[in-house]
Nanobody, 124 residues
């Protein structure tokens, strides 16, 4: 059974940093792309970042490019999202997604597996 468990969210001031983690189990982690999505209150879930199976290719939403970095450790079955220069508009629940594709797509709940999410709040 696939399990994705996000952690690392919290309250941070504008301009601050956080690192999210997603611990994966129940599948061969190194064979899959991994992605991060987020959902702000009243908005649709949106793609944030993705990484291919080896970590050699990444993709980012325009809104986070240059501020966020996705990475993975296949030995630890974990994918990370380092978030720098955080803005209030980054406030959302962040979700980890297992998929065969690491690029940007619209949210599809039937596509791959999803974690339960971790809350990120950027506020002074």
């Amino acid at each position: 059974q696939v399990q994705l468990v996000e952690s690392g969210g919290g309250l941070v001031q504008p301009g601050g940093s956080l690192r999210l983690s997603c611990a994966a189990s129940g599948f061969t982690f190194s064979r899959y792309a991994m992605r991060w999505f987020r959902q702000a209150p009243g908005k649709e879930r949106e793609f944030v970042a993705g990484i291919n199976w080896s970590g050699g290719s990444t993709s980012y939403a325009d809104s986070v490019k240059g501020r966020f970095t996705i990475s993975r450790d296949n030995a630890k079955n974990t994918v990370y999202l380092r978030m720098n220069s955080l803005k209030p508009e980054d406030t959302a629940v962040y979700y980890c997604n297992q998929d065969n594709f690491y690029g940007r797509t619209a949210y599809d709940p039937s596509r791959g597996s999803w974690g339960q999410g971790t809350q990120v709040t950027v506020s002074s």
